[in-house]
């Protein structure tokens, strides 16, 4: 029973060996002398690609997303590996008279198909880590906790409005009480009347002529005219009739 098992793996692993190597060949044509060694990465996007995802599938994944990417990019690997050896083989044997040569749009097409079977690869690999179950369960966290933000934000939003008008009225209510309850009177004004100031200005101007002593001697006979004069205008302001 195990020569059976071992014949199958040393099959699986000439017929591996086989292809990757029709294929490396392929990479090897498009690419410089310099840079001959680049070749071998391309293998990871078919023989490798397929080996690798097979292995992931089989021990590395877990739900239906990952297993499903895994089960999609070993087919596309396997595919584009039989493409590839396929093409190599016509070119060679169209460069040894045996079939006819490829054309160079034929040859144009494998190339660009090579390169979405190197994108697909890289792409799926990033998808399978997003898919991961763990990251997946902290999406879904995250994306609870934005839903309650939001619903929390609108709910603060509608109160605010439903309570606009009631603050604005209490702040005007507390804005009119403190216009009315401010003292507006100008006591920068003189309380006597502008008779008296005239009065008053009058004789200090007739003053201005008058020698040092008559000013010091005319002083408070002004000052005692001009107060009988204040106690004097209130009686007479307040007489009926306008009598004297």
Not at 1 to 27: C, E, H, N, Q
Request: glycine content about 6%; proline content about 2%; overall charge negative.
């Amino acid at each position: 029973m195990w020569i059976g098992k071992l014949l199958f793996w040393v099959m699986v692993a000439a017929l591996v060996v086989y292809a990757a190597s029709r294929t490396l060949d392929f990479v090897s044509s498009t690419l410089g002398e310099r840079d001959q060694v680049i070749g071998y990465l391309a293998l990871f996007a078919t023989t490798g690609g397929a080996i690798a995802w097979l292995s992931v599938f089989l021990h590395h994944s877990q739900g239906v997303a990952q297993k499903g990417i895994a089960f999609v990019m070993i087919c596309l690997d396997v595919a584009g590996e039989i493409a590839l050896f396929t093409v190599d083989t016509l070119m060679q044997s169209g460069n040894n008279g045996m079939t006819a040569t490829l054309a160079p749009e034929e040859i144009r097409l494998t190339v660009l198909g090579m390169s979405a079977l190197i994108g697909a690869n890289i792409i799926a690999s990033f998808a399978f880590h997003i898919f991961d179950p763990d990251n997946m369960e902290s999406m879904e966290d995250h994306f609870s906790d934005w839903i309650i933000l939001l619903a929390v934000q609108k709910a603060k939003r509608e109160k605010a409005q439903s309570i606009a008008n009631e603050i604005a009225q209490r702040e005007a209510d507390a804005y009119a009480l403190a216009q009315k309850a401010k003292d507006r009177s100008d006591k920068s004004q003189d309380e006597r009347t502008a008779a008296q100031v005239v009065a008053g200005m009058g004789k200090w101007f007739a003053n201005l002529g008058m020698p040092k002593s008559e000013k010091r001697d005319e002083l408070p006979q002004v000052a005692a005219e001009t107060v009988k004069a204040d106690l004097t205008e209130a009686p007479k302001a307040q007489s009926p009739g306008g009598t004297k």
